[in-house]
């Protein structure tokens, strides 16, 4: 990926300079926008530059191992005691990256003390490592650096994090069952076709009789499958491969993103649980004193799915070409009369952070509801699917069974 030299300022007028590995020039300034700079130059960077290790730069690290939301929380409610007991920023950060159990959070941690030694502040040096500290995470730092309010923030943020862990390992639990029923159907089936129903084929082809239709399809299935299951296991491989490859591309994870909201039983709360986190990032970025349109720029990348992100940003729009936020909200055609009664209310009232908060309530309450009830309305679908397996099976190895009895007789 290229790298670029950029020149920015803070909003207070200091300058700044570094280096960004971005795709565009473009893309370069909407990052430094987001993280609070205004470009003042960006122009493509040396190789050598590429290669430099630069404590001020906002350069995008490579880290050996994924930082979870435990290591996240756990970090949070660390900063918020510290913050709150008035121990200083360098000998808490030291005492975290001495004490994290997680390699990556140890290295993001390290980098982030070395950019406070050089003169920036906590939210910039957290800035420098989007893949660690999401863009939600480093404003609402910023914020709470600005008011003075600091440990504050850190403890919306923990507990913002344990309410997505929380719906996390709900949706997570509710789908255990449904996916270990299909493995075992699928492993099954494959059982069948490739050891017991060849055993069959045999008893069948001795009886020198027509075999009825669905005994005949059972049989070339069977046949194909024991001929080709080389080719076939080897084409799974590859299209799974080739999937996931795509789903790591901008335009398979917006499909995806797109697709799963609309999943039988499961896209229903899905649906509600992002727009319960869209809501509380929401209320807990503009409540902190982030102006209306940035907090809704910064949740659209925060709340993980891509179709419901490009759908705040028509949103956001919206509201920079001077339409209010319920005509906004209602105009994306995914909230509730009930939600958007409550952001009329809001805005009358000056008060859309709280009633964004009673937003995210409504929907945690129907996700906690419907995750309740998922077992018991994926049993019907189910027991139909595996009733159609069990009776094609029944009809293809017992009707030959019967139509010789009969003739027997």
Not at 122 to 127: F, I, V
Not at 285 to 297: D, I, M, N, R, T
Not at 325 to 334: G, H, K, M, P
Not at 385 to 393: D, N, Y
């Amino acid at each position: 990926m290229p790298q670029f030299s950029y020149t920015a300022r803070h909003p207070g007028g200091e300058q700044v300079s570094g280096d960004l590995e971005m795709a565009t020039a473009e893309a370069v300034a909407s990052q430094l926008a987001e993280n609070g700079l205004i470009p003042i130059s960006i122009k493509p960077g040396s190789q050598s530059a590429a290669k430099e290790k630069k404590s001020l730069s906002f350069e995008f690290k490579r880290l050996d191992k994924k930082v979870g939301l435990d290591d996240l929380i756990l970090f949070c409610r660390q900063m918020f005691a510290l913050t709150r007991a008035g121990v200083p920023m360098m000998r808490s950060l030291h005492g975290l990256i001495e004490s994290s159990q997680n390699p990556a959070l140890s290295k993001a941690l390290r980098g982030v003390a070395e950019n406070l030694e050089a003169g920036r502040d906590l939210s910039g040096a957290m800035a420098a490592y989007p893949t660690v500290f999401s863009n939600l995470m480093t404003r609402m730092v910023q914020v709470g650096e600005s008011s003075g309010n600091l440990e504050e923030s850190f403890e919306q943020l923990a507990n913002y994090l344990e309410f997505e862990k929380l719906t996390r390992e709900r949706i997570k639990a509710a789908m255990r069952y449904p996916t270990f029923v299909i493995v075992a159907i699928s492993v099954a089936m494959a059982i069948l076709s490739l050891f017991v129903i060849p055993t069959f084929e045999k008893v069948f082809a001795g009886m020198g009789a027509e075999l009825p239709l669905p005994t005949r399809i059972i049989m070339g299935i069977s046949k194909f499958s024991v001929e080709f299951w080389p080719h076939i296991l080897v084409a799974l491989i590859l299209v799974f491969i080739a999937g996931r490859k795509y789903l790591q591309t901008e335009n398979g994870a917006y499909r995806w993103d797109c697709y799963k909201l609309r999943l039988p039983v499961v896209g229903s709360i899905l649906m509600r649980a992002t727009l319960a986190r869209f809501a509380r990032s929401f209320a807990m970025g503009f409540g902190s004193g982030v102006p209306l349109v940035q907090a809704l720029g910064y949740t659209a990348r925060a709340i993980d799915n891509r179709f419901l992100g490009k759908k705040l940003d028509e949103m956001r729009n919206l509201l920079e070409r001077g339409e209010t936020l319920t005509r906004s909200a209602a105009s994306l055609e995914i909230f509730t009369p009930l939600v958007l009664q409550m952001l009329a209310v809001g805005e009358e009232t000056g008060s859309v952070d709280s009633m964004l908060l009673e937003v995210a309530g409504f929907y945690e309450r129907e996700v906690e509801y419907e995750l309740k009830n998922l077992t018991s309305a994926i049993e019907p679908i189910l027991i139909v699917i595996i009733g159609g397996m069990v009776l094609v099976l029944a009809l293809g190895v017992f009707l030959p069974m019967w139509n010789m009895s009969s003739i027997m007789r």
